[in-house]
Structures are given as structure tokens and as C-alpha cells.
């Protein structure tokens, strides 16, 4: 049985003073939920000593993967785990589209994440161009397989990933449940022809787009559809509660 993952990206978003005070205002009283916010690297460290003690965790929203060494501007997956993150966000679609990341070295970046005993978040889906040339399946196909068939099926951390029509990023235009179940489904089958049925269920998969608190529930009682990456309504406290408790509704926890 996988559990539910709700993860909130912050992107660029937030001084350090407003990250904290974020935390202070957020007020979730059921941990019954996994809860995790990725802010920007310069935030971590403090909301980590805030978040110790409580159900929330914290991630990163990328790394570069290497240890340490002459990669100026780059944070590496040692400097994250130190600081407690649980996850790391990998091949976001703003990075694959503005700082040209491709699948290769995205699959450097999750194996580094693993390798540092974190979870990638690996990001996947397709842009309206894919959809006008007929090839939406093909590209997420291709970024599945290009880093499942280089994690072992006996390594023991499993990525989660995110399911994020391009299209829908920001937007306000969310697919509709329906299509990202049929599109979850296919990444699910693509996982299970590298590694197997049993492998492939175990793997969390979450949707991204213009998630909000009226459209959260119907996303989540997807079969395939475990959770949710949500960008601009992670930024207010009322919007990702009011989500956090549709989900907690939602699965009766
Ligand atoms: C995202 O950036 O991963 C995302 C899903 O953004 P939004 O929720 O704003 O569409």
C-alpha cells in the first residue's frame, strides 16, 4: 500500500525572514499525511531547525552531483543531507526548459541523491508541443527509462515521481484527473517492464499542475495517483492547508 506524499515547491520564492514566518503561520494540527516543502537552498538550514521536531519535512528543489569540488554556484547532495533534507527535486520542468538539463544528467543528479541516502522527486511530463506532434507519451516514456534502467530494482530508496504536464505548470489549467490516472498508469507500466510489477507498485507517483483545494480530492482517488507537487498554492498558508485538510478528508486519517 503507498502512501500519500504532499509536497510543496516554493521555486524562487521567499526570503529567509518569509520562509520563517511561513512556518509560523502554517498551523497543521493532523500529522496523519506525509508533509514536505522544498524552499530555496538558502532557507534550509533554518527551517530545518524549526521543522526538527515536528512531522514536517524539508527538501531541496535541485543539486549538482558531485561530492564537493570546483562547480561554482553548485550545492552538492552531501551539503543537503547534512541538513536533514528528506527529499530532492530532480529535472523540474523550469529546469529542464531554462537551464537546459537533459535526461543524462538528470539521471547523474537522482543516482547522487540516492547515493546520499535522500529520495528523488523525479519530474516528468510533456509540453503542448509533445501533445500537436502525437510524441506526450513517448518523451515521459523516455525520461522514465532513462533513470529507472540505471537504479538497481534492490536499491531501497525509490524515487517518487512527479507527474507534470508542462502545460499545466502555473496555469491554472489542470489536467483532468482522469488523464493524468491514464498517463500515471503508463509511467507505472513503463517502471514495471525495467523492474517488474512489484517494484513499479511500490512507487509513489504524483501529480503536478494547478493543483488547489477543489480539485486535490478528485486527483488523489486515482488509482495511480498518489499525492500531489504543488507550486503557487504552496506559497500561502491558507491555500495549502486548506489542501493539506482535503487530503486528510479525503483519505479519512
Ligand atoms: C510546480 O512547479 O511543480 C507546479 C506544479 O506548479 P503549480 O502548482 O503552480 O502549477
Not at 528523488?120 to 529507472?148: H, M, R, Y
Not at 498508469?185 to 517502471?191: E, G, K
Not at 517492464?193 to 509513489?204: D, K, L
Request: proline share 3%; with cysteine.
Amino acid at each position: 500500500m503507498r502512501s500519500i506524499l504532499i509536497a510543496g515547491n516554493w521555486k524562487m520564492n521567499f526570503t529567509e525572514k518569509q520562509a520563517i514566518d511561513f512556518l509560523k503561520n502554517l498551523n497543521i494540527e493532523n500529522k496523519n499525511i506525509e508533509l514536505l516543502i522544498c524552499p530555496p537552498f538558502i532557507s534550509i538550514s533554518a527551517m530545518s531547525k524549526i521543522l526538527k521536531n515536528s512531522f514536517i519535512k524539508w527538501g531541496a528543489q535541485n543539486v549538482y552531483p558531485e561530492k564537493f569540488g570546483a562547480f561554482t554556484g553548485e550545492i552538492s547532495p552531501i551539503m543537503l543531507s547534512e541538513l536533514g533534507c528528506s527529499y530532492v527535486i530532480c529535472g523540474h520542468s523550469e529546469r529542464r526548459d531554462i537551464f537546459n538539463e537533459n535526461n543524462e544528467i538528470i539521471v547523474k543528479k537522482v543516482l547522487s541523491v540516492i547515493d546520499e541516502k535522500m529520495t528523488p522527486i523525479l519530474c516528468v511530463g510533456e509540453n503542448e508541443k509533445d501533445i500537436k506532434e502525437g510524441k506526450a507519451l513517448l518523451k515521459i516514456k523516455t525520461q522514465i527509462e532513462s533513470v529507472f534502467s540505471k537504479i538497481s530494482k534492490n536499491e531501497k530508496i525509490i524515487p517518487v515521481v512527479a507527474y507534470e504536464p508542462v502545460w499545466a505548470i502555473g496555469t491554472g489549467k489542470s489536467a483532468t484527473p482522469e488523464y493524468a490516472q491514464k498517463i500515471a498508469q503508463n509511467i507505472r507500466n513503463y517502471i514495471a517492464n525495467i523492474h517488474g510489477e512489484t517494484y513499479a507498485e511500490s512507487v509513489r507517483i504524483l501529480y503536478g499542475g494547478s493543483v488547489n483545494s477543489l480539485n486535490i480530492s478528485d486527483f488523489i482517488k486515482e488509482k495511480d495517483i498518489d499525492g500531489a507537487l504543488i507550486g503557487g498554492a504552496s506559497l500561502d498558508t491558507a491555500k495549502f492547508r486548506e489542501i493539506y485538510n482535503k487530503v486528510i478528508l479525503t483519505q479519512g486519517v
